[in-house]
């Protein structure tokens, strides 16, 4: 069994609940959107990158051996993000299973577009859930579903990480987490950007209303780090 993966690095964390843990990420390609504001758009937009150039498929075997070399004595969390990872959920098992007998604590960063099966469920510890707003520029029936979102809101281990790219997005957020009876203690809000004084600037308005509301107020420490870079 094969991934079709678009890289694979050693870094910290940089965004939700696990920020600054040393991990070992496994970017898939493809995904089911397409964010006017997504900064991995290599992973998906053939329009504009390469697919012969930006994707390779690796053997399952293959993978958790790189993963295991990148992580060396240190790393023991494996993030794997995208792209939409869920679009390979059946490919993902095994690696899964490899990478916990290996001692790795294993999160999934998804857009909750698709539900998880079974198999899959039993070897994540985390979901990095991220529902996009209407200022993703996809439409609504794509982006938000609601039998994926209704699993992830009654999965204790998945956190909702959404982003808001201005204060007007606040109200959509209010609504999904209230539609979805999401607990604030599990919501993460962070606002979209691409550099840090964006991020800062931002954070202005969205601090004040994560206080007023609960939910914890996320940054893109890999962005105030090293802006748009890539394998960060
Ligand atoms: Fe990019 Fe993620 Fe949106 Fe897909 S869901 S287009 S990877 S930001």
Not at 107 to 124: D, F, M, Y
């Amino acid at each position: 069994m094969a991934l079709r993966i678009s890289e694979l690095f050693a870094s910290i964390q940089g965004e939700g609940p696990s920020v600054g843990v040393p991990s070992v990420f496994v970017r898939l390609a493809e995904c089911n959107l397409a964010c006017t504001w997504c900064d991995t758009k290599y992973t998906w937009d053939w329009e504009h990158y390469d697919r012969e150039r930006e994707v390779r498929e690796v053997a399952v075997d293959d993978v958790a051996e790189e993963v295991v070399e990148l992580a060396g004595a240190g790393a023991r969390t494996l993030v794997v993000t995208g792209g939409e990872p869920m679009l390979q959920q059946f490919e993902l098992v095994p690696l899964l299973v490899k990478l916990r007998a290996f001692g790795f604590r294993v999160e999934v960063e998804t857009s909750g577009t698709i539900t998880p099966e079974p198999a899959i469920a039993a070897v994540v510890d985390q979901w990095n859930v991220s529902p996009k707003l209407a200022s993703s520029g996809n439409k609504r029936t794509a982006r938000l579903r609601a039998a994926p979102l209704g699993w992830f809101a009654a999965a204790p281990n998945a956190g909702w990480k959404l982003v808001a790219t201005s204060e007007a997005d606040l109200a959509e957020i209010d609504d999904l987490v209230a539609t979805y009876a999401v607990p604030a203690a599990r919501v993460t809000v962070m606002p979209e950007g691409t550099d840090a004084a964006t991020l800062a600037e931002r954070a202005r308005w969205l601090v004040p209303a994560c206080v007023q509301r609960g939910w914890r107020f996320g940054t893109r420490m890999h962005v105030v780090l090293w802006g748009s870079e890539r394998g960060r």
